[in-house]
């Protein structure tokens, strides 16, 4: 299984970023992908998740109300949206996939490379 993560780059406080991850190769009938990030200097964070449905979504606390989880299942590609972009979303963002719907690290089976991503103020 292999994951993609697109979107990243430098912005700008405030507006909406989209973060994409497509998954593909053997077995990428996936039961779930999350979303997770690592700032500097902090531990990796789990901030949402999907599962193959595209229904039930895991968000992490931090995130809740801020980042929408989406999935398009036709193009194996599973979306993260950041609204009102602060300084504090400065990471690098990567997803996996997982048999069970969690956002916790120790649940995932595959990981992309991942995408950064840096919120200038």
Do not use: H
């Not at 430098?10 to 909406?16: E, K, P």
């Not at 036709?74 to 990567?94: H, I």
Request: charged share 15%; net charge neutral.
């Amino acid at each position: 299984v292999q994951l993609v993560e697109s979107g990243g780059g430098l912005v700008q406080t405030g507006g909406s970023l989209g973060l994409s991850c497509v998954v593909s190769g053997s077995g990428s009938g996936y039961y779930a992908i999350a979303w997770f990030r690592q700032a500097p200097g902090k531990e990796r964070e789990g901030v949402a998740c999907i599962d193959s449905s595209a229904g039930p979504t895991i968000y992490g606390a931090s995130v809740r109300g801020r980042f929408t989880i989406s999935s398009d299942n036709a193009k194996n590609t599973v979306y993260l949206q950041v609204d009102n972009r602060t300084p504090e979303d400065t990471a690098f963002y990567s997803c996996a996939n997982t048999i069970v719907p969690t956002i916790l690290t120790s649940g995932m089976d595959y990981w992309g490379k991942g995408t950064r991503v840096t919120v200038s103020s």
